[in-house]
């Protein structure tokens, strides 16, 4: 990006936070790739923001930004020894989550409820 925007991020009396987006008369012109390098920095910022974005998620009806049926990549971190998860997002990106494995084994068992739960409703009747 060869134009610069300045964010100004401000705490207000409440503890919440505002975020200043400063920019140019002229306005800017950006690549693809300088979408995805703004959404990069305007998702740290929202990060330090408060209010912190919920612990729970919001209902499955009223879910915004659903990517249906994306990509996915999984794999073991020896390293760390953890599961590296990552889900592309048309519009984000790919999403990395580095999961413990207490975590994985949660996520496995909730699948295997769905998926169980799922195939009982569409058995026919004898």
């Keep these: 990006m ?12 409440d503890g919440s936070h505002q975020l200043n987006l400063v920019t140019a008369d002229a ?11 703004f959404i990069a920095v305007l998702a740290q910022t929202r990060a330090q923001m408060l209010p912190a974005i919920p612990l729970e998620a919001p209902p499955m009806e009223n879910m915004q930004n659903v990517a249906d049926d994306p990509p996915i990549r999984w794999a073991y971190d020896e390293m760390n020894d953890r599961f590296a998860l990552l889900i592309r997002h048309p519009g984000h ?4 989550h580095s999961l413990p494995f ?13 998926s169980e739960h799922r195939k009982q409703q569409r058995q026919t009747p004898n």
């Design 2 to 13: 060869a134009q610069q925007l300045e964010l100004q991020l401000y705490e207000m009396g």
């Design 93 to 96: 990106g790919w999403i990395g």
């Design 27 to 37: 306005g800017y012109t950006y690549t693809a790739e300088d979408v995805s390098n």
């Design 102 to 114: 207490e975590t994985v084994e949660a996520l496995q068992h909730g699948l295997q409820n769905v």
